[in-house]
């Protein structure tokens, strides 16, 4: 099983880049997906998630109303729209899939089926 992230990079904030994460090896349709991130000197923290039905998703709270997580179940990817981006996004952006995950689940628990190995997002002022 392979998570690919892509997108990372130096970004303005205020900008509004979108990640992708590219899944293979498993039955994409069946894992809950999500976005998690850690910064240097911090622990990892939840972002967003995306339920394996594609019906729920659930944010963290200092992303809420500017993040959007979306997935593409055809191209086996999941996506994380990023707008009003602020310096303390500034960390390492995580995959993962958590089998028949459920977007709320996903939120609170800590170990996932599959874990990616991040793109680092880096937030100029």
């Known amino acids: 099983v392979q998570l690919q992230a892509f997108g990372g990079g130096l970004v303005q904030a205020g900008g509004s880049p979108r990640l992708s994460c590219a899944a293979s090896?498993?039955?994409?349709?069946?894992?809950?997906m999500g976005w998690f991130r850690q910064a240097p000197g911090e622990e990892r923290e939840f972002v967003a998630a995306i339920s394996w039905s594609g019906g729920r998703t659930n944010y963290g709270n200092s992303v809420k109303g500017r993040f959007t997580i979306s997935r593409g179940n055809a191209k086996n990817t999941v996506y994380l729209q990023m707008n009003s981006l602020k310096p303390e996004d500034t960390a390492v952006y995580y995959c993962?899939?958590?089998?028949?995950?459920?977007?709320?689940?996903?939120?609170?628990?800590?170990?996932?089926?599959?874990w990616g190995k991040g793109t680092l997002v880096t937030v100029s002022s």
């Open positions: 090896g498993l039955t994409f349709s069946s894992y809950g």
């Open positions: 993962a899939a958590d089998r028949y995950g459920d977007a709320q689940a996903m939120g609170v628990k800590k170990i996932m089926t599959y």
